[in-house]
């Protein structure tokens, strides 16, 4: 029969934290796989409208974001409430965009110049007016491919 | 006499670590971006032709500042409906002269005719649209080709359009090309 020895009192042993980190570490590359840096704070409001039939964009790096939205609190004293713009980090005219294709077609390779997607990011309440300004703007900078950014829902 | 090498202190790592990862949580997002896409047409040329389409072969949407839809001159009052209307037009089942034109063509990436529609829907939005409405009429559209293909699909391969190869969704493509024109914007509803 097994007999327990008692020698005098024991310490609770130290926990070992070395592969604590390991574990952090390993949620930390987790992450940083699968997501993104976010490119630019909005200054504008944006809520994207629900579609069904959405597709992914393939490849963030040929993705250039054309926001249009009301302006959000900070700015909305300013600028009023009518629909604004963004393209990078500022609020744009609609004229600007074909310099902002330009832009942005100068950062990629040359080979990958005709393959950019540009995702129209607008809030459902914006009326097509200045969506439609827009559009026409690309069509003249010959910037084909876009994209309506949605959210999925699943429900028809 | 050799001394021992103390252990290092490695507990502070873990919080070392667990700030990065915060710090990335905070600045990225997961959300990818996905939406509706299109090409959109090269601008007009100033001595162009518009070519001349039968009357049978376009599907005409309007929509007005007041989100209503007028169909081919009938006003609709849900847009749901759209997708029904839009499939019925393209493919055109039993014939009807009033719903578009079908044509035998060559589609190489199948390697054999197939019946081509000639239906085109025309889609007029004026400047008081909302963007919402918009969207919901193109997710209509986009539904009903993307049906149309997979129905094609289904019946030709037995396969939904998904699980083809990328040959046969070129030709598929090809046989329910997604013909929509977005009509040059006109500004009935007056003020900008």
Redesign the interface.
């Known amino acids: 029969m097994g007999r327990f020895k008692k020698e005098g009192k024991k310490d609770v042993p130290e926990l070992n934290?070395?592969s604590?980190?390991d574990i952090?570490?390993m949620?930390?590359f987790f992450?940083?796989v699968?997501?993104?840096?976010?490119e630019s704070s909005l200054f504008v409001v944006i809520k994207?409208?629900k579609?069904?039939?959405?597709?992914?964009?393939e490849k963030?790096a040929l993705?250039s974001?054309i926001n249009i939205g009301k302006p959000n609190q900070n700015y909305i004293k300013k600028l009023g409430p009518e629909p604004r713009i963004q393209l990078n980090d500022q609020f744009s005219e609609f004229t600007d965009i074909i310099e902002f294709v330009e832009a942005e077609k100068q950062r990629r390779n040359e080979v990958d110049r005709t393959m950019i997607?540009w995702?129209?990011k607008?809030?459902?309440?914006?009326?097509?007016?200045i969506?439609?300004d827009v559009?026409?703007e690309?069509?003249?900078a010959?910037?084909?491919?876009?994209?309506?950014?949605?959210?999925?829902v699943i429900t028809? | 006499m050799a001394k021992k090498t103390p252990g290092l202190n490695?507990?502070s790592?873990?919080d070392?670590?667990?700030l990065?990862?915060t710090f990335?949580?905070l600045?990225?997002?997961?959300n990818?971006?996905?939406?509706?896409?299109?090409?959109?047409?090269?601008?007009l040329q100033e001595n162009q032709e518009v070519p001349k389409i039968n009357q049978r072969n376009v599907l005409r949407i309007l929509v007005n500042m007041h989100d209503q839809l007028l169909v081919n001159g009938e006003v609709l009052s849900d847009v749901?409906q759209l997708r029904s209307i839009t499939k019925e037009f393209i493919e055109n089942p039993t014939n009807d002269p009033h719903r578009s034109e079908k044509q035998a063509k060559y589609i190489d990436d199948l390697g054999e005719n197939a019946m081509v529609s000639k239906g085109v829907v025309s889609l007029q939005?004026?400047?008081?649209?909302?963007?919402?409405m918009?969207?919901?009429v193109?997710?209509q559209l986009?539904?009903a080709f993307?049906e149309l293909r997979d129905e094609y699909s289904q019946q030709r391969f037995g396969k939904p359009y998904e699980k083809i190869s990328e040959n046969q969704k070129k030709g598929v493509q090809k046989i329910y090309p997604i013909s929509i024109s977005e009509a040059e914007?006109s500004n009935y509803g007056g003020k900008?």
Do not use: C, H, W
């Not at chain 1, 607008?122 to 007016?129: A, L, N, T």
């Not at chain 2, 990818?32 to 601008?43: A, E």
């Not at chain 2, 939005?125 to 919402?132: I, M, V």
């Open positions: 934290m070395g604590m980190s952090i570490f949620f930390l992450f940083m699968i997501t993104t840096m976010r994207v409208p579609a069904t039939e959405v597709q992914k964009l963030k993705v974001s997607t995702s129209l607008v809030d459902e309440k914006v009326k097509m007016g969506v439609t559009k026409q690309l069509r003249k010959s910037a084909f491919k876009v994209n309506y950014a949605t959210s999925k028809k | 490695t507990g790592m873990a070392i670590s667990f990065l990862l990335f949580l600045t990225s997002s997961i990818t971006d996905q939406g509706i896409q299109r090409r959109l047409p090269p601008p749901r939005n004026d400047r008081g649209t909302s963007y919402a918009y969207i919901a193109q997710n986009t539904m993307n914007p900008k």
